[in-house]
C-alpha cells in the first residue's frame, strides 16, 4: 500500500474511509508528527495506484489484514491505529483479528450497520441504497461531480460538497472509481460478541453534528467494548478531523498519553 511518512516516535497509523487516499489525514500528519511516527495510508484500488488488477477483490475484509500486513513490514509496531468512516469498520475489523499489532484504536465516524439484540439483521434502509446507487450511476455515466455531491452529502450534511476545500474535492474525485465496487462490498452489521474481541484501548470519535447513524454507532460500541472512552467534536460533522484539526489531534493524543503511562 503507499504512504506517507512524517515524524518519529511511536507508530501512529492512519485508515481512510470512502473516496479517500492518504492525503485525507494531512492535518493529522502535521499536528501530531511532532510527537509519533505518522503514517497514513491509501488501502488497495485507491489513488494513486488505481490500475490494479480487475479480478482483485475489492473488500473490506481484505483492507482489514492488508492493515496488518502493513504494520508487519513497516517493522515498528505494534500501532496506534485511528481509522474513519468505512475506515474505522476496517479498523475494527483489524485490531479484533490481528490484536498483536495494535497498541491503541481510535474510532472516528466508524461506518456499517449495527445489529441489535431481538430485532431484524441488520441493513441499511432502502432509502440510503437507491441513493447511493443514483451516486454509482451519475459517476459511471460521466456525471462524476453530481454523483459526488450526493453521496458525500449524504454522509456529512447538505451543502458539504459545495463548502469543501479543493484538495478534497480532487481526491474524492481522483476516487470516485472505487464507489460501485463500495457499494457491491456492504460493510458487515457490528455485533456485541465481535466488539468483545477487541482488547485494546479503544477511543471512539464523533462529530456533534454527524449523521445519527454514526453516533448511534458509536454509543453502542461505546457500551460494547471492554476498554472505550469517547470524544465529541463541537460543531463539526462527519469530517470532523478536517473541520477542526486541532480537537481531533488533541483527542487522540490525549487519548494515547492516559494509554502509555
Known sequence: MPYVE??????????????????YWQPQLAGLSKQY????????????VTDTEPDQPFSWSEHADDVAEFIDRFGAGP????????GGCVAFHFARRHPQYVRTLTLA???GPLQIAGRAPASLPETVNALRAKAAQLIETGEVEAGLQLFVDSVSRPGFWAMSTPGFRRMATDNAH??????????PAYVPEQAAEVRCPVLLIDG???????????????TWLPDSRRETVRGASHGMNLAHPAAFNRYVDEFIRSVDV
Open 208 to 222: 456533534e453534528k454527524s449523521p445519527d447513524m454514526f453516533r448511534r454507532t458509536a454509543t453502542a460500541l461505546q
Open 6 to 23: 512524517a515524524g518519529e516516535g511511536e507508530l501512529l497509523l492512519f485508515v481512510h474511509g470512502s473516496l479517500c487516499d492518504y492525503r
Open 37 to 48: 511516527c505518522c503514517v497514513s495510508v491509501s488501502l488497495t484500488h485507491y489513488w494513486p
Open 79 to 86: 500501532a496506534h491505529v485511528v481509522g474513519h468512516s468505512r
Open 178 to 187: 472505487t464507489l460501485a465496487r463500495q457499494f457491491r462490498d456492504p460493510l
Open 109 to 111: 465516524d466508524p461506518g
